[in-house]
């Protein structure tokens, strides 16, 4: 996971609306902590390609794109900031996005509600992204990029943190965090 309050381990913190903003990756063998299978050279070798993306939170969606073509790896569309995407609407002034999702994976439709944990698409390449991974931050519109940022609570999650497990515990997610429900 990536994220944090400063520039120099978060690169979000340089855009006021993505303050606080975090990309979650996949992990697995060997050790638990390689991000891709192989050489990495394809999207296919990273342990997040495909894997299900479901809603961080209750709320009414409010924008949701999808169609946008997945990148190689090290390939990123500028144009498509944040790719296939979902933008919730949590209460008056609190927008969560959910980017870079994969193309004709997205299985929800703009003033749906979802609830936390339902299935919103999968993990994909889109946007400006150079490897698979789930982008998210919230702000307090729904425009990308036009409003600020908002620190996020995660609750009830288990987290390691150089070697140490935190079991059920609720914290704002910082770079270099391993964080899992249940099982690790």
């Known amino acids: ?20 903003g975090l990309d979650f990756m996949k992990v697995g063998e060997p050790g638990g902590r390689a991000l891709h299978k192989s050489n990495g050279k394809k999207v296919e070798n990273y342990y997040s390609w495909g894997d299900e993306v479901f809603a961080p939170i209750s709320g009414k969606l409010e924008i949701v794109v999808d169609g946008v073509p997945d990148n190689r790896i090290g390939v990123q569309d500028r144009h498509n900031i944040a790719g296939n995407h979902v933008v919730i609407q949590t209460e008056a002034n609190r927008f969560v996005f959910v980017a ?13 509600y979802v609830t936390a944990g339902q299935l919103i698409g999968k993990c994909g390449n889109s946007g400006n992204s150079t490897a698979p991974h789930i982008h998210m931050h919230t702000q307090d519109t729904p425009i990308l990029n036009n409003g600020q940022g908002q620190n996020m609570i ?27 429900n249940g099982k690790p």
């Open 1 to 20: 996971m990536h994220g944090g309050d400063t520039v120099n381990v978060n690169h979000h913190m340089a855009v006021s609306a993505q303050w606080y």
């Open 100 to 112: 870079h999702l994969l193309n004709g994976s997205v299985c929800v439709k703009r003033g749906d």
């Open 154 to 180: 995660f609750a009830n999650i288990d987290v390691e943190l150089t070697g140490k497990i935190f079991e059920k515990v609720d914290w704002p997610l910082i770079r270099g965090l391993f964080v899992w």
